[in-house]
T-cell receptor, first 114, second 112 residues
Framework: DVKVTQSSRYLVKRTGEKVFLECVQD?????MFWYRQDPGLGLRLIYF???????EKGDIPEGYSVSREKKERFSLILESASTNQTSMYLC?????????????FGEGSWLTVV | GEDVEQSLFLSVREGDSSVINCTYT??????LYWYKQEPGAGLQLLTY?????DMKQDQRLTVLLNKKDKHLSLRIADTQTGDSAIYFC????????????FGQGTELSVKP
């Protein structure tokens, strides 16, 4: 079974702190994604990566950065957390587009910024 | 730009059929997906349809795609209380590295 693991399910951080959200997948997938989910807004794409050290901005990249040093790991970084970044964050992965289309999600990380 | 729209709520009685609708704007979509999210959980892939298909059936689920109108629907036959969840449709923009664009999600409530 494909597994996408988000290391932290629930976090509480203070305004201004640097926050790391880690995501690891075990299926050698090329593409990885970070979304945030807010009620009534659905999932909005923050960043995605289609290869190691490659990254592309999604629809709402402001206030975030990402790192993909290894194929299996895609990290989301909040340089200086703010209260409007309180949300659920979902990581996903899929094979390269030539190899398949199934996207797998992690269980989500609930971040509260106080 | 790309956009995916869904109505936010749907309420049905147990045993009835549910139909969840979705419209999208990007005609270069190659795959369209339906995901289910139960409370406190991540997203579970229910089914997907390739853009050159009109219909796909998988047990109680039927997906209809009208490419001309850019309209996608998910029909759940014999809806059960365990089907209560949020349902997301999504389109895959494969000329942008497999980027997925999601709708807002439709909350399905099944009443006994």
């Amino acid at each position: 079974d494909v597994k996408v693991t988000q290391s932290s399910r629930y976090l509480v951080k203070r305004t201004g702190e640097k926050v790391f959200l880690e995501c690891v997948q075990d299926m050698d997938h090329e593409n990885m994604f970070w979304y945030r989910q807010d009620p009534g807004l659905g999932l909005r794409l923050i960043y995605f990566s289609y290869d190691v050290k490659m990254k592309e901005k999604g629809d709402i990249p402001e206030g975030y950065s990402v790192s993909r040093e290894k194929k299996e790991r895609f990290s989301l970084i909040l340089e200086s957390a703010s209260t409007n970044q309180t949300s659920m964050y979902l990581c996903a992965s899929r094979p390269g587009t030539a190899k398949g289309n199934t996207i797998y999600f992690g269980e989500g990380s609930w971040l509260t910024v106080v | 730009g790309e956009d995916v729209e869904q109505s936010l709520f749907l309420s049905v009685r147990e045993g009835d059929s549910s139909v969840i609708n979705c419209t999208y704007t990007d005609s270069s979509s190659t795959y369209l997906y339906w995901y289910k999210q139960e409370p406190g959980a991540g997203l579970q892939l229910l089914t997907y349809i390739f853009s050159n298909m009109d219909m796909k059936q998988d047990q109680r689920l039927t997906v209809l795609l009208n490419k001309k109108d850019k309209h996608l629907s998910l029909r759940i036959a014999d809806t059960q209380t365990g089907d209560s969840a949020i349902y997301f449709c999504a389109e895959s923009i494969d000329n942008q590295g497999g980027k997925l664009i999601f709708g807002q999600g439709t909350e399905l409530s099944v009443k006994p």
